[in-house]
C-alpha cells in the first residue's frame, strides 16, 4: 500500500514530483490536494487535478511578478511547471492538450529561470539537422562540469530539479539537454531515441568547447538519469573527454531489463501481429504507460516492432571500453530496472567503479531513489567531489 496510492505508477510519479520539494519543485499540501481528487488508476483524472494544480500555481507565480516579488514568482513557477509535466505524463504522445501542457511548463519553468542566482542560458545546440533544447549553468569557466542525461520518460527542465540544481549547489557548471527521443526533440522536432547516444553527447562536448568558456580540460562528470544510465555508460564507452560516469540507475541491457519486470513481453519478438493482441486499457497503469510511451519514444508503429529496436539499447559488448571511474547505483525495490543489471554490468567493466545499493533504510530504493533525494544527492556528488581531489592529484 502507498502513501498516495495503491496503484504503483500513480504512486510512484506522485512520489516523483513531489520529490522535488527540495528545490522548490513541489509543496506536500499541493500534492495533497491533488492526490485526494484523483480516481485510481484513471489517467483523464490524473491530468485534470495536476493540471488544475499547475494553473493555479501559475496564477500566484504572475501575481508575485506583477507586484516585483521575485523569489516569490520563482519558487511558483517552478512548481507550476513540474505539476505541469506530471500532468501531461499518463496522455496519449497525439492528444492535442499534451503538447500545450508541455509548453506550459517549459514556459514556467523559464519564467523561473530569468529569477535564479546563478549565470543562466538557453541554448539549442545544433544536431544532425535539429537541436537539443539545453540549458547552461556557469559557475566558473574553471568549475567542474556535470552534463546530466535524462530517460525514458524526462524532459530537460526536470533534470534542473533531478539532480541540476544540487550540483549547482556544489559549485559545478552543469548542462542539461533534451536528447533524442526526450522532452522537446520528441515533443516538437517529432525525433525518436537513438541507441548510439554518444553521438548526441560528443556534440555537447563540441558546443560546450567551441561556444561557452567552459574548460573541457578541467573535469567532466556525465550523468545519466533511469534510461539515461544506458546512454551515460554507452557515451563513456566512446568519448574519452569523459573524467568520471555515473548510472543513476544501471541499465545494461535494456530489453532484459523491460522483459524481467514484464514477462509477457519476453515473446513477442518471436510473433506477427496477428498472433497476439494486446489491449493496453486491460493492463495495470504501469504497463499500459510502458507501452504506450516506448512506441512514441522508440518510433515504432506496433508492440511487435519494439523487440528489434529495444535490443540495440545494450553495452553488454562495449562496458569494457569504459575507461573512466564509474559509479553504479541500483534500488532494491527498482520496479524497472532489477539488481541484476547492475551485477551483469560489474560482470563486464574493466574500469575502476564504485557501487551503490539503495535500501529501505532511508526510504530510496525505489527507482533513480525517488522518495529521498537528498541521499541520492549526497551519494553522487559526495563520490564524485573524491574523484575530483584524485583527478587534480593525478
Known sequence: MGIFFEDQAFEFETIRTLNYYNYQGAEIGEVQTITNQIKEGDFTSWYNEWYG??????????????????????????????????AEFFLKNNEPKRIECYKKSVKAFRNAMVLVDVSYSQINIPFKGYYLSSYLYMVDKNAPTLIFIGGYDSTVEELYFAGGAAAIKRGFNVLIFDGPGQGETLRIQNVVAQYDFEKPVTAVLDYLDQHTEVNTNHFIALMGMSLGGYYAARAAAFEKRINVCILFDVFTDVWDAITEKNPFLKNIDHMQSNDMKIDLNRLDANASWLIQNGLWVFGCKNIFELPAVVKKYTVKNIADQISCPTLLLAGTHDHFASISQLDNLKEKLICPYDEFVFDTTFGAQAHCQEGNQSLASQVIFDWTEDQIKKFKER
Open 53 to 86: 494544480m499547475a494553473e493555479r500555481v501559475n496564477q500566484l507565480a504572475d501575481q508575485s511578478m506583477k507586484g516585483h516579488h521575485f523569489v516569490s514568482a520563482k519558487e511558483a513557477f517552478l512548481r507550476a511547471s513540474n505539476y505541469f509535466r506530471a
